[in-house]
Structure formats: structure tokens, C-alpha cells
């Protein structure tokens, strides 16, 4: 079993509309959970972090994680076709002198004009 | 502003070939990593590094080595290219410490092993 599990995918929906990424996770050691967005033909960039349980929101996306569950998710409202992108989540195994971050496998994300 | 480099975006090889691939950051940073990334397998770490000289395995080192002489540059090295070992190849930076978690990334090479 990985250790971050994402669905694929692909997900299609049309301009406007509220998208709703999520990923289960087994290390209960994680602490960090991250969203990474990766454009076509270019590197993951960080999206957005959540430090343990809660919510965090920045603009139009917000970051959810539920460690009781072991859900993370992130919504993405009004989406536009600017957010086409694949979306990793990641969970840290991060100590002071390094770590690593564990990722999923990625969702595919297509949003239509 | 941030910047990871890559040697190549696109290389071809002939199995039995070495390989290296570089990597260049310019931020000062501690860590560095060295991923690959297949469909529907995601993003999976190969080696990372902390330190100059440093080197830990991640979770697929098979086939593959890493050397780090500088603090800014990280070589991955395919000692005898295989045709599994055909994939997109990522490099990635970061911080030590509270800021570890933000790691930035080249844009790639794509690795085509024939």
C-alpha cells in the first residue's frame, strides 16, 4: 500500500465550477501536508501547506486535513481553465537535518471554457 | 528569483550506457533531490542529500547513484542505462529546517533509454 493515495483521474468539469481534490494517507507520522502543482511539461511548484489538522484557504483554493480520518483534500472554487494542471499531495517524513516529503500519485485536472 | 536547473530536457541512450544527469540550484539551499516520474506511479524519490558529500537512499536507489561535491550542484548517475529506467527525471531543492517542506523543482529531463 503507498503511502499517499490520490485518485488519477483525469477530472474534467466546466469553468465555474468547484473542484474537490482528495488524497488518504497511512503515516500517521506526517505533520506537513502539502498541494503541488504541476503544468505540462514543467516541475511540481507548491500550492499551498497545512501544518497538522485544519483548514487553510488562499484566494479561490482551500486546503483541508482531517489526521483523525487521514483525509486531505483541497477545493478549488470558481475554477478556471488557468487551473488545468496535474496536483500532486504530499505528506513530510522531515527531520532537522533533512527528510523527505512522500507524494501522491497525482490527479489530472481539465477545466473546460 | 528561485531557479533549478537541469542539464538536458530530452536525452537518449542506448542501454549499458553511463548516464549522468546535473543539477544546479542557486538558492543556498541544504537539501537536494533527485526524483523520477512515470504515470499513474507519481512523483518517487531515488536519493536526496542534505549536505555536501552527503547522500541518503530514497525509495527506488536500485541502479542509480548520486554524488554531491558542491552545495550547489547534484549529479545523478545511471551506471548501466536500462530500458526501465526510461522516464522523466526531477530535480529539487530546499531548506533544512521549518521550510523543508517547499521544495522547488527543475523543469525536467525526459530520459528515453533504447
Known amino acids: 500500500q503507498k503511502e499517499v493515495e490520490q485518485d488519477p483521474g483525469p477530472l474534467s468539469v466546466p469553468e465555474g465550477a468547484i473542484v474537490s481534490l482528495n488524497c488518504t494517507y497511512s503515516n500517521s507520522a506526517f505533520q506537513y501536508f502539502m498541494w503541488y502543482r504541476q503544468y505540462s511539461r514543467k516541475g511540481p511548484e507548491l500550492l499551498m501547506y497545512t501544518y497538522s489538522s485544519g483548514n487553510k484557504e488562499d484566494g479561490r483554493f482551500t486546503a483541508q486535513v482531517d489526521k483523525s480520518s487521514k483525509y486531505i483534500s483541497l477545493f478549488i472554487r470558481d475554477s478556471q481553465p488557468s487551473d488545468s494542471a496535474t496536483y500532486l499531495c504530499?505528506?513530510?517524513?522531515?527531520?532537522?537535518?533533512?527528510?523527505?516529503?512522500?507524494f501522491g500519485q497525482g490527479t489530472e485536472l481539465s477545466v473546460k471554457p | 528569483d528561485v531557479k533549478v536547473t537541469q542539464s538536458s530536457r530530452y536525452l537518449v541512450k542506448r542501454t549499458g550506457e553511463k548516464v549522468f544527469l546535473e543539477c544546479v540550484q542557486d538558492m543556498d539551499h541544504e537539501n537536494m533531490f533527485w526524483y523520477r516520474q512515470d504515470p499513474g506511479l507519481g512523483l518517487r524519490l531515488i536519493y536526496f542529500s542534505y549536505d555536501v558529500k552527503m547522500k541518503e537512499k530514497g525509495d527506488i536507489p536500485e541502479g542509480y547513484s548520486v554524488s554531491r561535491e558542491k552545495k550547489e550542484r547534484f549529479s545523478l548517475i545511471l551506471e548501466s542505462a536500462s530500458t526501465n529506467q526510461t522516464s522523466m527525471y526531477l530535480c529539487?531543492?530546499?531548506?533544512?529546517?521549518?521550510?523543508?517542506?517547499?521544495?522547488?523543482f527543475g523543469p525536467g529531463t525526459r530520459l528515453t533509454v533504447t
Open positions: 504530499a505528506g513530510d517524513l522531515l527531520y532537522n537535518q533533512g527528510g523527505k516529503l512522500i
Open positions: 529539487a531543492s530546499s531548506l533544512l529546517g521549518d521550510r523543508a517542506y517547499e521544495q522547488y
